[in-house]
């Protein structure tokens, strides 16, 4: 199918050397982008998340600093903001 499209003439002096180069035509590397665009974006769209991620136990030697309460978030900011 024939279409016209306005591109920025640094990019489209790249892309037909490029093609040029990959011994394509400026055609086929214009379909493949696209498809590869296209496809990517509907991979990252569809993707689930894990559904459980493992997290390891620590294996530091002595445990919490004293007096760490690490039930309150504000206690927690505040012993940060000590460092």
């Given at each position: 199918?024939?279409?016209?499209?306005?591109?920025?003439?640094e990019?489209?002096?790249?892309?037909?050397?490029f093609?040029?180069?990959?011994?394509?035509?400026?055609?086929?590397?214009i379909?493949?982008?696209?498809?590869?665009?296209?496809?990517?974006?509907?991979?990252?769209?569809?993707?689930?998340?894990?559904?459980?991620?493992?997290?390891?136990?620590?294996?530091?030697?002595?445990?919490?600093?004293?007096?760490?309460?690490?039930?309150?978030?504000?206690?927690?900011?505040?012993?940060?903001?000590?460092?």
């Amino acid at each position: 199918m024939r279409t016209t499209i306005d591109i920025d003439l640094e990019l489209l002096t790249k892309a037909r050397a490029f093609a040029l180069k990959e011994q394509c035509t400026f055609q086929s590397l214009i379909t493949e982008g696209l498809s590869y665009v296209l496809q990517s974006k509907l991979v990252k769209k569809n993707s689930q998340p894990p559904s459980h991620i493992h997290l390891t136990t620590s294996s530091v030697v002595g445990g919490l600093r004293s007096k760490v309460n690490l039930n309150s978030n504000a206690a927690l900011r505040d012993l940060m903001d000590l460092r």
